[in-house]
């Protein structure tokens, strides 16, 4: 059986075991020694009580050079290269069933991926693109809505319910500008609509850019304009008003 050495002093020629050893600054360390005495420092505790687990300077509270791998069912996390996977499974490693994270930072781009065992369903980019599969058949950008608005257009214009939209800005009979919380990073974005109002013979109810030499599409705004069917140039207040952009 292998002896268990207590102390601070150096381990004899031929002797194997473990040993504690501490420094002069307070530091603590627990060495394994083999059987031709060369200790090797498996675990360190520094004066501020950071704790090193194959490290002998530890720059955290818990710091562990290598893998961690969790044992009886709940995972594990495995660092390889540039690749950090974290296995959330019954299984220990790629492939298996679960569902397993994959932080990659080998490249300057870099990127996190969720794998349903090994096929890709989840992925943010370095760049900040949100990518996922959801049906399409492969894992694509996902280009969400960057605001939405549903207002009431009649009398004192009224939002309902919005998302990144601050206010309505009410420029006559018909003809609003909705104004965003957050500005879009171009005027190249895609606006899409949907107006209706009671009483109006007319159907359906168009949404559609005021006619003006002036752009509807500025970084902050979009103009939009309820119109007619029939007529064009008839502009009405409607009841619901629901504006997206996407970008």
């Known amino acids: 059986m292998p002896s268990t050495i207590l102390s601070d002093n150096g381990v004899s020629s031929g002797t194997a075991g473990v040993k504690t050893t501490g420094s002069n600054d307070g ?8 059987s031709g005495g060369t200790a090797t420092t498996a675990m360190t505790i520094d004066t501020s009580q950071n704790v090193g687990i194959g490290t002998a300077s ?4 818990l710091q562990v050079a290598g893998n961690i791998a969790v044992q009886g069912g709940d995972g594990s996390i495995q660092r390889s290269g540039g690749n950090t996977w974290v296995m959330l499974s019954s299984n220990t490693g790629y492939g298996s069933n679960g569902v397993h994270l994959k932080l990659d930072n080998s490249s300057t781009a870099g990127f996190a991926t969720f794998f ?6 989840l992925t943010v980019t370095g760049a900040g693109l949100f990518q996922f599969n959801s049906g399409y058949g492969s894992v694509a950008t996902a280009y969400g ?8 257009g009649t009398g004192t214009v009224a939002i309902r319910a919005s998302g990144n939209v601050s206010s ?10 909705v104004n965003f919380t957050n500005a879009m990073p171009d005027i190249n974005f895609c606006s899409q609509g949907f107006s209706w109002a009671s009483g109006k013979n007319a159907s359906p109810i168009i949404l559609g850019a005021r006619a003006s030499t002036t752009a509807p599409h500025t970084t902050t705004t979009v103009r939009v304009t309820v119109h007619d069917n029939f007529s064009e140039s008839v502009l009405f207040d409607a009841d619901y008003v629901c504006v997206a952009i996407f970008r």
């Not at 809505?145 to 009431?152: G, L, S, Y």
């Not at 309505?168 to 500008?177: E, L, R, S, V, W």
């Open 27 to 34: 530091q603590l360390a627990l060495q394994t020694t083999t």
């Open 58 to 61: 530890p720059g955290q509270k």
């Open 116 to 121: 349903s065992q090994s096929t890709e369903i």
């Open 145 to 152: 809505c960057r605001a939405w608005v549903n207002f009431n």
């Open 168 to 177: 309505i800005t009410d420029n006559g009979t018909g003809d609003y500008t």
